[in-house]
């Protein structure tokens, strides 16, 4: 399995982004995904995490800026960010930490997505 992310790039403090990560693979049965960050000097962080009945859980820093979605038949998650701010910048991650292949749990990572905001 693998994880794709993509939409990070440059924006000023109160814009917007929209993250997004598709799975791909075979035989595979993902329950549920979400995104980390890490900061520059910083330890990685969760942003937010979206289970498999769409019930969400987000970093405190990122409460009511920011959501996630899914699309479960595209195996795919998305991160709207909102008014970004500097401290948003980081490097941002895409994890699928319960996917079930055949009888047995795995944790995936995709590649990193680097988020720039100045101010």
């Known amino acids: 399995v693998q994880l794709q992310a993509s939409g990070g790039g440059n924006v000023r403090a109160g814009g917007s982004l929209r993250l997004s990560c598709a799975a791909s693979?075979?035989?595979?049965?993902?329950?549920?995904m979400g995104w980390y960050r890490r900061a520059p000097g910083k330890q990685r962080e969760l942003v937010a995490h979206?289970?498999?009945?769409?019930?969400?859980h987000f970093g405190n820093s990122v409460k009511d800026r920011f959501t996630i979605s899914r699309d479960t038949a595209k195996s795919s998650v998305y991160l709207q960010m909102n008014d970004l701010q500097p401290e948003d910048t980081a490097v941002y991650y895409c994890?699928?930490?319960?996917?079930?292949?055949?009888?047995?749990?795995?944790?995936?990572w995709g590649q990193g997505t680097l988020v720039t905001v100045s101010s």
């Open positions: 693979g075979s035989a595979f049965t993902i329950n549920s």
């Open positions: 994890n699928a930490p319960d996917v079930l292949i055949g009888k047995q749990f795995h944790t995936y």
């Open positions: 979206i289970d498999r009945n769409g019930y969400t």
